[in-house]
């Protein structure tokens, strides 16, 4: 069956460290990857997304690397903030394309 | 631009009462709607999915129903609520790519 999955349900880092943040997912004909932030009481907010025929894609201090031989995802955030607190899922297409499926959630907190 | 818009925010039900959440997107016509349920500390789970006017499809058997009467318009439902119904209820929207969250409600079953 379709699984997202995230390795860690937490991440603590220091203000201006690297943050990165790992998704392993088992639907090898997934070709649509998304990762949301998710403040408290908020809806999740989309921060970046990648389809399989790349293996990098990069935003404003973040990185999504999707490697499809080991069906794995990470989200890399640079020079991390206190406003990047949150949590973070990943998500794929699910095979018919109508719907995501969301793996679990990581808590990142971030101290200054 | 797109916007989508949840209510109420919150509410509280007492068990084996009804439900009735709405949620409306404006700036774009025919959009995959969507409606979720995150539990607290954890991930979102598809409830429905709609594609079109009418067109619902259900991801998991529960008590709720979903409802699409206008293209912008996905009504999540009711008949008697259970304990186990408590959570927080997102409404999205999807183009094709990527989907767009609404603010949420946070619903209470008492």
């Known amino acids: 069956g379709e699984n997202v999955g995230l390795h860690l349900p937490t991440l603590s880092v220091q203000e201006g460290d690297n943050s990165i943040i790992n998704c392993a997912y088992s639907n090898s004909a997934s070709d649509y990857f998304i990762w949301y932030k998710q403040e408290s009481g908020k809806g999740p907010q989309f921060i970046i997304d990648i389809r399989s025929n790349m293996d990098k894609r990069q935003g404003q201090r973040v990185t999504v690397l999707l490697n499809k031989t080991v069906k794995h995802l990470s989200l890399q955030i640079a020079a991390t903030q206190p406003g990047d607190s949150a949590v973070y899922f990943c998500a794929e297409a699910n095979q018919a394309g109508t719907a995501l499926i969301f793996g679990k959630g990581t808590t990142l907190s971030v101290s200054s | 631009s797109q916007t989508i818009h949840q209510w109420p925010a919150t509410l509280v039900q007492p068990v084996g009462s009804p439900l009735s959440l709405e949620c409306t997107v404006e700036?774009?016509?025919?959009?995959?709607l969507y409606w979720y349920r995150q539990a607290a500390g954890r991930g979102l789970q598809l409830l429905f999915y709609?594609?079109?006017?009418?067109?619902i499809s259900s991801e998991v058997p529960q008590n709720l129903s979903a409802s699409r009467p206008q293209d912008r318009q996905f009504i999540l439902s009711s008949k008697k609520l259970l304990l186990s119904d408590s959570g927080f209820y997102l409404c999205?929207?999807?183009?094709?790519?990527?989907?767009?969250f609404g603010p949420g409600t946070r619903l209470t079953v008492l």
């Open positions: 999205a929207w999807s183009g094709g790519g990527e989907q767009f």
């Open positions: 709609s594609v079109g006017i009418g067109q």
């Open positions: 700036g774009t016509s025919n959009p995959n």
